[in-house]
């Protein structure tokens, strides 16, 4: 990996190093995965927050359809058309910032909401938003310390 | 009679009683043991049930019935040992047995307890109906009959008896009756005459003895007529065997000669010899007519008859009586006597009686008339007294003693039946008409019948009894009914037997069915359920292809791009080729079992589209021939001229004809070990039996022409027709037939197994150690694409029996749009169609777009133009071909067989040789050949095509060394000639003339055993002793294995190499021999070829073959076809995905064929140097390119992007775009995406919006374009883009509102009134083809899937806008 460093400052290599681990374990784990590259070299001198922004439309996106969710599956009959649109919506903002596992969770969750089965389907919710929660408080996580970065001076380096 | 019914009757109903309840059979047999019977019938039904049920068992479907039928086994069996144990009886043996196997196979099986069985009950049921109809028939049949019988029988068998009785009687009354009136007559008579005529012996004798004579004689002679006077008075007539008397008293007893009143009176206990000796009788035999006496008067002792009780009574009765008693007279006789009083004068001093006796044996012989065998009639008094018998005894009754009873008689029967009936005598006595009748009284051991009935005579009763055997009335009547009953008990047990047996049986069969009928049902719901689950299954499956392949394509493009980063011999090189194969692998097992779930799930959709099914086949084989070549295998392509023609370019799935393809020529080579895996293929016309019957897959696995020709049944009419009128041609030229054939020379397939293969996870050596690998998938997936495509594969006989391997043969329908006109290579169009490809491939790819694009297009325009130019030459002479003569050295006989005979249609000349060592004699023959062609006919030796075929298939026969010792001989022989030919042409220049033949050496590297330096030179200097006189050329073929130095080698030799080809031959490569024969014999620019060839082929730095003009095509065509790979194959996948693959793709592309395009323009612009300047300027090339690559790839992993970012910075600039995204985030995404590449960006989160815009601008535009002041997008838009308020929308599927299909409609039918084409792309996370079938049905242009990814975007956009959105 070619790390391109602007600033010589301790302090930023360590934050820098930090989050270099912090973005590896990411990919690694699973947790994002090539979209999320993408959105973040989208961010240029015109959208300075524009990875911030785009996690901040997830998060309250994805909490929207994971309220939906729930309260469509407390229903009685579930409306398993309507839990499969949702899914499907979810998988599509995951995907979209790359969000793997969480979109790996919908598929999961789509298959039991295709076979309407209930069980399953909570299960698969209990999952999705674990994972959710899990890339949420990552990307957090990330993107304050790359504000810590920018705040210390330093510049956020670049994953090649 | 009736008392023997009524017996009969209950004792047949309890006995059958209990059998039903048992439910046993109705097998009511007297004097049977009903349980017997019923464990009889128990075993005989658990046995056939075994029996059954063992052939049942090979059923599986039937299992559960086996099962219920085994419970009912079960229970009989149960209830049978059961009863067994409790009688303890000897059991049947047929019983026992089974029930010990039922017991053995009931142990062997769970058995949940003994349940209420309806079906038992109803058998029970039915078996009980049927024996009380059974019982209620028998009974009422035997009592109709029997009983009517013994009525009837018993009716006229009494009145038989009565009338026997009345008629004894009325004899018996006949005879004494008729003695009544005359006795009657004779008393008035006697009364009449004076009472001195009746008291004296003379007056007597004067008056009553005539009268008494004329009375007797009047009445039988058997009669005894007597006067009694009251003083001792007597006549008799009498009558006996010896004659008839007289008998008379000489006078009273009182002594005449005293005076009246002085008479002695009788005294009690008197003797009368004594105390009256003057009394005495007289008896005188008298003749028979007159009654005068004619004997001597005989005294007998008188009797005091006077003293007689009966006598005393009748005189003081009114009428007289009748008395049964000894005679009066004549103490021996016995007589039944009527007595009547004779009054003269007072009546009551009456003066005598008059008797009429008759003799008891005359009595006898009245009753004797009635015989009746065996039985008895006979005659009583009241008192028991016998008066006369009949029948069994028929002598005279010798009565001696008058008080003889009946009872006491000598005749058994009389005096038992008077037994019986002495107490009933008062009874009978007052009977009238009627009969007492007594039946079956036993006597002595016989029952016999009795009638009696009185007998009413003047004061006497007499009782007349009839005594008949029983036999003789009821015997036959009584041993008939019984035969009768037995045969109905018999009948109806049998009947209850059998019928039992037919309910059990009908039961059996109706229950078995419903069992039968309620598994199936179960079955089918199964079945339904399993159904669905696995389309589930496999639906998911399906779905999750895209999840699956996109990591494994992103391993597979990593790896590549390491690849090229590592050095090519380091450890860590050939570390990652390792991985690349193995992921390789991988994808590819991943790939067939997808492509089968995807079968299964019916989601395989084929994606037409046109392309050169010949290039498509040489692409496969060439990939294969580097496997092949490696294992020793020549792999072959035999393509007929017609196939090359017509089929060159056909619509259809050519990812799916590739892997097909791939599959079968993949199996030969895994299974065959030496030899040749040829694929052939040929046009094939249509007829009625090419094609499977079409109805059967309707639709569904027919490519689209059929398919869509099938959706109604008048056009599945219309189709029949149409097939059935396919004789010869193709009919309407928008479909064609290809068959296929892949042969091997494997191990073959076993002949039974020819259909398995084709099965999923089958494979031939399942049970053996695993020499081979793969899934078993392969031939199943190739069966149903084949089918897909409307064709059949099978695996068909080889030409000889004995041959080894397997023949796949296989057809397919592919569409053509046009008629298959002549195709070549110098079709324009298709050649436009290529360069296009081309073009946008380097655009697409962006390789050094910026730098090389420009030159690229100019460069490759001009190759293009060349080479179409040739094309053009060759098409447009004539081939002049016939003196060509073409040297094939080439190992692979299959191969060889090919080249040879697309030459030799050709009217080419073809020597075939499989060894160097047999060129040198091969060429001095053709030398022979071109040069004394005169005298080689008249010597016969025919160098035509005939011979040389002989000779071929005589090469083929014998290995180097024989050829070469019969070369030799052959030489030797033809040495003469030869030197006379010399001769002749040095003498005469009319035979020398310029020599009209020409030579064409293609050389096999692998024929070479020495050194390949060597060989050359060995060559060189063969052809240089003929080059003066026979132009030549020379065609290397090289194979993968051939060592690069070997191919650089050859490269620099101007001499003795004019091509280098790669092996295998096929028809565009031989496309290239025939330029290269053509510029030989003259028809084109000698010196443009010989300047090209070279230059272009030295390009190739390792083993990409081809001449000049096709290395670019074929470079382009392989990478269109790359493209293609990746457009079909991956389009279903994410874009993005698609993206890094397609370019992981042209990256190997490049580095296996490195600088093939940068390389070959550049020196296509310098073009006419020197090769082996060129040579010497190919390193900087390389070096060149792999520095541009180094500067590319290293960046980031995703080089699309950078690509993308590096040629399309501003790729969209100036476009307005809709972006139609209900997602938040997507939305953002793609607004800042489409911003970066210069566009503007309107954002929309629903369809109606969406369409509202869309319409909106439409309609503004339409007004200001109309007022030509339209300043929003005029910038660098086109006129056309001036309508257009939108250059592009980007339409997710599915949004609330109004989904993106509807809304595309929508804006499609508004658009359609204004003849204006917004593009709209459809964003979609589904990523199966029929999602984008939908997308297009909908109006869509373009489909990408979510996220969106910019490359990919950009190949749409290009497709759209054409090469215009590159150039703006």
């Known amino acids: 990996m070619n790390i391109r460093f602007k600033s010589r400052n301790m302090e930023v290599l360590r934050l820098q190093q930090q989050l270099i681990e912090l973005t590896n374990s990411l990919f690694q784990e699973g947790f994002l995965d090539d979209q999320f590259t993408q959105i973040q070299m989208l961010q240029d001198e015109g959208n300075p927050d524009f990875v911030q922004e785009v996690v901040g439309l997830f998060a309250e996106d994805s909490e929207r359809i994971l309220s939906e969710l729930t309260k469509a599956l407390e229903m009685e009959p579930v409306d398993f058309k309507k839990v499969d649109a949702y899914v499907h919506q979810f998988k599509g903002s995951s995907s979209s910032i790359g969000a793997q596992r969480v979109k790996a969770v919908c598929v999961d969750f789509r298959a039991y909401a295709e076979t309407e089965n209930k069980e399953g389907c909570l299960q698969a919710l209990q999952q999705i938003k674990q994972e959710f929660f899990a890339v949420k408080s990552k990307l957090e996580a990330l993107l304050q310390l790359e504000q810590q970065i920018l705040a210390a001076g330093g510049s956020v380096p670049m994953m090649e | ?1368």
């Open chain 2, 1 to 1368: 009679m009736n008392d023997a019914t009524g017996e009969s009757s209950p004792t047949c109903i309890s006995s059958c009683w209990p059998v039903f309840s048992l439910g046993s059979t109705a097998s009511q047999v007297r004097g049977r043991n009903p349980d017997t019977i019923f464990s009889y019938d128990l075993g005989l039904l658990s046995e056939k049930q075994v029996d059954v049920d063992t052939a049942w068992a090979t059923s599986s479907i039937l299992a559960d019935v086996e099962k219920a039928s085994m419970n009912d086994v079960r229970r009989t069996t149960n209830n049978v040992t059961a009863k067994e144990e409790g009688e303890g009886d000897a059991p049947d043996e047929g019983t026992s047995n089974c029930s010990a196997c039922c017991r053995e196979r009931v142990s062997s099986r769970p058995f949940c307890g003994v349940m209420w069985n309806p079906l038992l009950t109803s058998r029970l049921g039915l078996m009980g109906l049927l024996a009380v109809l059974l019982v209620i028939m028998t009974v009422l049949t035997w009592i109709l009959t029997s009983i009517n019988l013994q009525q009837s029988v018993s009716l006229v068998a009494s009145k038989y008896r009565h009338q026997m009785l009345l008629h004894s009687r009325d004899k018996a009354d006949a005879a004494f009756r008729n003695n009544n009136p005359s006795s009657v007559s004779l008393t008035t008579f006697l009364a009449s005459l004076k009472q001195d005529s009746l008291s004296s012996a003379d007056g007597m004798h004067a008056k009553v003895a005539p009268a008494l004579f004329l009375v007797f004689s009047v009445l039988s002679r058997r009669a005894c007529v007597t006067f009694f006077g009251s003083t001792g008075l007597l006549i008799s007539y009498a009558a006996d065997e010896s004659g008839t008397y007289l008998t008379y008293a000489n006078r009273s007893y009182l002594y005449p000669s005293l005076p009246q009143g002085a008479e002695l009176p009788w005294m009690e206990g008197e003797v009368i010899s004594d105390t009256r000796p003057w009394y005495q009788w007289y008896r005188q035999r008298i003749d028979d007519a007159t009654g005068y006496p004619i004997g001597e008067a005989l005294s007998v002792s008188p009797i005091p008859f006077w003293d007689d009780k009966v006598l005393k009574s009748s005189l003081q009765s009114l009428n007289g009586v009748a008395d049964w008693g000894p005679s009066l007279v004549d103490s021996q006789q016995v007589l039944f006597a009527y007595l009547s009083p004779v009054r003269t004068g007072q009546p009551s001093d009456p003066q005598g009686a008059v008797s009429i006796g008759i003799p008891a044996p005359n009595i006898n012989y009245l009753l004797g008339d009635f015989s009746v065998e065996g039985g008895a009639i006979f005659l009583t008094t009241i008192q028991g007294h016998l008066i006369a018998q009949a029948g069994r005894s028929l002598q005279v009754l010798k009565v001696n003693n008058t008080n003889e009873l009946a009872s006491q008689s000598e005749n058994s029967l009389i005096s038992g039946a008077a037994q019986y009936l002495m107490p009933h005598f008062p009874y009978i006595s007052t009977l009238e008409d009627e009969s007492f009748t007594v039946n079956k009284l036993e006597i002595e051991g016989i029952q016999y019948t009795i009638d009696s009935g009185p007998l009413h005579l003047a004061g006497a009763t007499l009782v007349c009894t009839v005594v008949l055997p029983y036999s003789s009335i009821w015997g036959l009547t009584q041993r008939w009914s019984h035969i009768t009953l037995a045969v109905l008990v018999a009948l109806a047990t049998t009947m209850g037997i059998v019928g039992c047996f037919f309910v059990k049986l009908l039961t059996k069969g109706v229950s078995n069915e419903m069992r039968l009928r309620a598994a199936l049902i179960q079955q089918l719901e199964e079945t339904k359920r399993a159904e669905t689950k696995s389309n589930h299954k496999s639906l998911v499956f399906a779905n999750m292809s895209h999840d699956l392949r996109t990591p494994l394509a992103a391993i597979l493009g990593l790896i590549d791009l390491c690849l090229s980063d590592a050095s090519e011999f380091s450890e860590l090189g050939s570390n990652l080729l390792q991985m690349k194969s193995c992921a390789t692998n991988l994808l590819g097992i991943l790939n067939s079992i997808l492509d089968m779930s995807k079968i299964e799930a019916g989601k395989i959709l084929l994606q037409d589209s046109e392309f050169d099914l010949v290039s498509a086949l040489e692409e496969v084989i060439d990939t294969f021939s580097v496997v092949g070549s490696k294992k020793g295998i020549e792999i072959a392509l035999d393509l007929s001229d017609g196939f090359v023609e017509k089929a060159s370019w056909v619509i259809g799935d050519v990812g799916r004809v590739k892997q097909i393809m791939a599959n079968l020529l993949s199996n030969g080579v895994k299974f065959t070990a030496e030899g040749h895996v040829v694929l052939r293929g040929w046009i094939k016309p249509f007829g009625i039996s090419c094609s499977r019957p079409l109805s059967s897959h309707r639709g569904k696995f027919l490519p689209w022409p059929w398919s869509q020709m099938l959706r109604s049944p008048s056009r599945d009419k219309e189709l029949r027709k149409l097939i059935q009128g396919l004789s010869e041609k193709v009919p309407d030229d928008n479909s064609i037939q290809v068959e296929f054939e892949v042969d091997d020379t494997g191990r073959g397939i076993p002949k039974e197994r020819w259909k398995s293969v084709f099965e999923n996870f089958v494979q031939i050596d399942s049970s053996g150690p695993r020499n081979y690998d793969g899934t078993g998938l392969g031939l199943g997936i190739v069966r149903s694409l084949v089918r897909l495509m409307g064709g059949d594969i099978k695996i068909i006989d080889k030409d000889e029996p004995g041959e080894p391997g397997t023949r796949f043969r296989f057809n397919l329908i592919f569409g053509c749009k046009r008629k298959p006109v002549k195709q070549s290579y110098g079709d324009c169009d298709k050649q436009e169609l290529r360069l296009q490809d081309g073009a946008s491939l380097q655009e697409a790819f962006g390789v050094n777009a910026n730098s090389v694009s420009p030159r690229c297009h100019s460069e490759s325009k001009e190759a293009f133009g060349l080479m179409s130019n040739m094309e053009h030459n060759r098409l447009d002479s004539p081939p002049t071909m016939e003196c060509v003569h073409i040297l094939l050295a080439m190992q692979g006989q299959a191969g060889r067989k090919v080249v040879k005979k697309w030459m030799e249609r050709r009217g080419l000349h073809v020597w075939t040789i499989a060894s160097w060592e047999e060129i040198m004699p091969t060429l001095k023959r053709i030398k022979r050949e071109v040069f004394c062609p005169s005298f080689n006919t008249s010597e016969n030796f025919d160098h035509k095509i005939p011979e040389c075929q002989i000779y071929d298939s005589w090469i083929d026969d014998f290995d180097g060394k024989n050829f070469a010792r019969d070369e030799l001989t052959y030489d030797t022989h033809l040495q003469g000639l030869v030197n006379y030919a010399d001769a002749a042409s040095a003498s005469n220049l009319n035979l020398c003339r310029q020599p009209q033949g020409h030579l064409l050496l293609v050389i096999d590297v692998s024929v070479i055993v020495t050194t390949l330096n060597s060989s050359c030179s060995q060559l060189d200097d063969m052809l240089a002793e003929s080059a003066d006189l026979l132009p030549f050329r020379v065609v290397w073929l090289v194979n993968a294995n051939t060592p690069s130095s070997d191919v650089q080698f050859l490269k620099r030799q101007s001499k003795t190499c004019n091509l280098i080809l790669h092996k295998p031959l096929y028809a565009s490569r031989l496309k290239c021999v025939w330029d290269l024969l053509q510029d030989l014999v003259g028809n084109r620019p000698h010196d443009s070829i010989q300047a090209e060839a070279p230059h272009l082929s030295s390009g190739n730095r390792e083993k990409v073959d081809l001449s000049a003009p096709n290395s670019l095509y074929t470079s382009l065509s392989c990478m269109s076809t790359f493209r293609q790979d990746a457009g079909s194959l991956h389009s279903n996948l994410d874009t993005r995905t698609c993206g890094i693959h397609a370019h992981a793709l042209a990256m190997r592309n490049l580095s296996d064929a490195p600088n093939l395009l940068p390389v070959s323009i550049p020196i296509g612009s310098e073009m006419g140097k020197q090769a082996d300047q060129m040579d010497s300027t190919h390193p900087e090339n390389s070096d060149q390119i792999s520095s541009s690559r180094v500067d590319v790839v290293p960046h980031r992993s995703l080089d699309n992007t950078v690509n993308s970012r590096n040629r399309s910075q501003n790729a969209l600039l100036g476009m307005h775009i809709l972006v139609a995204e209900d997602n938040p985030i997507l939305q953002r995404l793609a607004k800042t995406q489409l911003v970066r590449l210069g566009a503007t960006v309107q954002c929309v989160d629903n369809g109606a919006e969406a369409a509202r815009l869309v319409l909106e601008y439409l309609y503004k535009s339409r007004v200001s374009s109309s007022e030509d002041s339209d300043g929003k997008l005029s910038d660098e838009s086109t006129n056309a883009k001036k309508i257009r308020p939108f250059s592009m929308v980007l339409m997710d599927c599915e949004m609330p509102i109004l989904n993106g299909y509807e809304a595309t409609q929508r804006i499609r039918n508004e658009e359609n009134r204004y003849g204006i084409r917004t593009p709209i792309i459809a964003l979609t996370a589904h990523a199966m083809a029929q999602d984008e079938k939908k997308c297009i049905e909908a109006g869509m242009d373009f489909y990408l899937t979510k996220p969106l990814a910019i490359g990919a975007l950009l190949d749409a956009v290009s497709k759209i806008f054409g090469r215009s959105v590159e150039a703006p």
